[in-house]
Every structure is written in C-alpha cells, then in structure tokens.
C-alpha cells in the first residue's frame, strides 16, 4: 500500500529554518513525481514545490524561490523541503504528494495541479511565530 508520512514541522521564529521529511513506504519514490503543497489557516491548499520523476527537475512557487529546496534521498526513500528564511505568512500545514511517473507527470509537477496528484500524506503543521 503506498503511504506518504511527513515529519519535521513545528514552531520556530521568523528568519529560522526547518526541514520537512517526506518518508515512502510501499512503492520507490524515484518512480514519482513529488510535491509539497501547504495549507494556511482560512486559505485554500497551494503548491510549493515539486521535484520531477524523470530527470528530477525542481519547481518552485515564486514566494519561496531562494528560500526553500526540495531534494530526494533515494537511498532513504525520502524526499526532503529545506526551507530557510522563513516567514509568519509561511504558517501552514504542510503535505507531500506523489503523481507516478507518466506522460502527464512532468506538466503536473511543473505547475503543481494538485487535483492530479494520486497519493497524499497527513500533512506536518509549520508555524512561524515570535
């Protein structure tokens, strides 16, 4: 069964860093595209970041380009969002999905299209506050 677990969020002051962990069971990630879309209190869910299964291409949503970095561990199954630098308005809860690889699955990670993103984790909450 494949599962999606993220881990890493918490509480840490404006201008800090975390680093979020998206851990796979059940299929091997590098078959998958995968992103992280995050979910901020009163505000619909949006796209943050994407790394691609093919030639594993990153994409980010322009209010985090600079400050955030998603990677892959295939080694750990894991897939990693360093984010740096953060902000009260990136408060959020925090989720990775996972699309598998398919003709449509580049275009999909490119523009973050949520709604086409198979497989979901339970989310890790991120709060930026002093």
């Known amino acids: 069964q494949l599962q999606l677990v993220e881990s890493g969020g918490g509480l840490v002051q404006p201008g800090g860093s975390l680093r979020l962990s998206c851990a796979a069971s059940g299929f091997t990630l590098d078959h998958y595209a995968i992103g992280w879309f995050r979910q901020a209190p009163g505000k619909g869910r949006e796209g943050v970041s994407c790394i691609s299964s093919s030639d594993g291409s990153t994409y980010y949503a322009d209010s985090v380009k600079g400050r955030f970095t998603i990677s892959r561990d295939n080694t750990k199954n894991t897939v990693y969002l360093q984010m740096n630098s953060l902000k009260p308005e990136d408060t959020a809860v925090y989720y990775c999905?996972?699309?598998?690889?398919?003709?449509?699955?580049?275009?999909?990670?490119?523009?973050?299209?949520?709604?086409?993103?198979?497989?979901w984790g339970q989310g890790t909450r991120v709060t930026v506050s002093s």
């Open positions: 999905a996972a699309r598998s690889a398919d003709y449509y699955s580049d275009y999909v990670c490119a523009e973050m299209v949520q709604d086409l993103m198979e497989s």
